[in-house]
């Protein structure tokens, strides 16, 4: 299946959109930090944090298939990546601003 530029559009306005929330909330990075550290263990430990999360109760069952697929397709520590890109950038901006002042 081919990806229109419009649907590629809205995937980046997603995106977009996580990362400004990330940025905008500690506790937000922080669990896209711990997704990411999660989505990098091997397999059988991924498996085992998603039945420690779907035992706990405290999610709904979309909610633990969400964290899910975060954690094994690797997209929580993608998202992770360009929270820490953007923010860089950032900080680089700031920077250079306060050497302009």
């Known amino acids: 299946m081919e990806r229109t530029e419009e ?7 997603r995106l977009a959109q996580i990362v400004e929330c990330c940025l905008e ?3 937000a990075y922080k669990l896209f930090d ?4 999660i989505s990098k263990l091997d397999v059988d430990a991924k498996l085992h944090y ?10 709904s069952e ?3 298939q969400a964290i ?6 690797g997209t929580a520590q993608y ?3 360009m929270i ?6 950032q900080v680089r901006r700031e920077i250079d601003e306060m050497m302009l002042a």
């Open 79 to 81: 998202f992770k990546h």
């Open 25 to 27: 909330s500690e506790p």
């Open 68 to 73: 899910g697929r975060l954690i094994l397709t």
């Open 7 to 13: 649907q590629t559009d809205v995937q980046h306005e």
């Open 34 to 37: 711990m997704l990411g550290a």
């Open 50 to 59: 998603m039945d420690l999360v779907r035992e706990s109760g405290v999610y």
């Open 84 to 89: 820490d890109k953007v923010r860089e950038e």
């Open 62 to 64: 979309e909610e633990v």
